[in-house]
């Protein structure tokens, strides 16, 4: 079964600290791996798209990274902002054609960020 | 430029009742997507309009759901019946393509089924 698992559930860290989230997937065949920041009441946005062949990705303060031998990513946050706090969403998309390109969505880590 | 844009942004309605929930797309966009947020849970794929292919409705929880896209644009994902576990926030997402295409979100619509 495809599946996307993350860790925390939730985290609470003082801003300005550094932050890791953790994601291990199952999908098979793998096309690419996503993380999306959900802020509350809105959709998700995308911060990361990474391919197989592709082990870190950077976007400003955002920066994750993919493992596929493991089948593990990580998105980490540097010098957390109070605008930070949102949940971050694991997502990898099937390569199979049949799959109609489906994402399988992790449950989210829930980050808040207190001054 | 615009985003995609869905409504009602929530909608409250009573148990049995049909509700219907309008997508609209960023234009250009040929694939088009429907999700479903349960409290508490991750995003479900719900189905999956390509261009002018068959949708993958291979989401869908039950034939009470079911969604149109017209003129390959706008599209529509209707629930009858509804059911109290229908409650959930319904996203939709289009991009230029399938595959490693980003996905644009919309705000959804929260649905409660009372």
């Known amino acids: 079964k495809n599946q996307v698992e993350q860790s925390p559930q939730s985290l609470i860290i003082l801003e300005g600290k550094n932050c890791t989230l953790q994601?291990?997937?199952?999908?098979?065949?793998?096309?690419?791996l996503r993380w999306y920041k959900q802020d509350t009441g809105r959709g998700p946005v995308s911060l990361t798209i990474?391919?197989?062949?592709?082990n870190t990705k950077s976007n400003g303060r955002y920066t994750a990274t993919l493992d596929a031998d493991t089948k593990q990513s990580s998105l980490h946050i540097t010098a957390s902002q109070l605008s930070d706090s949102a949940s971050y969403i694991c997502?990898?998309?099937?390569?199979?054609?049949?799959?109609?390109?489906?994402?399988?969505f992790g449950g989210g880590t829930r980050v808040l960020v207190k001054p | 430029g615009a985003g995609v844009s869905q409504s009602p942004s929530n909608k409250v309605t009573e148990k049995g009742k049909d509700v219907e929930l309008r997508c609209d797309p960023i234009?250009?966009?040929?694939?088009l997507y429907w999700y479903r947020q349960s409290l508490g849970q991750g995003l479900e794929f719900l189905i999956y309009?390509?261009?002018?292919?068959?949708?993958?409705k291979s989401g869908l929880p039950s034939d009470r759901f079911s969604a149109e896209r017209t003129g390959g644009s706008v599209s529509t994902l209707t629930i009858q019946r509804t059911q109290q576990e229908d409650s959930a926030v319904y996203l939709c997402?289009?991009?230029?393509?399938?595959?490693?295409?980003?996905?644009?979100f919309g705000p959804g619509t929260r649905l409660t089924v009372t």
């Open positions: 997402a289009s991009s230029t393509g399938t595959g490693g295409y980003e996905q644009y």
């Open positions: 990474m391919t197989f062949s592709e």
């Open positions: 994601c291990n997937y199952t999908v098979s065949p793998f096309s690419n």
């Open positions: 234009s250009g966009h040929t694939a």
């Open positions: 309009f390509q261009g002018n292919s068959a949708p993958d």
């Open positions: 997502v990898v998309s099937i390569g199979a054609k049949a799959a109609g390109n489906k994402l399988t």
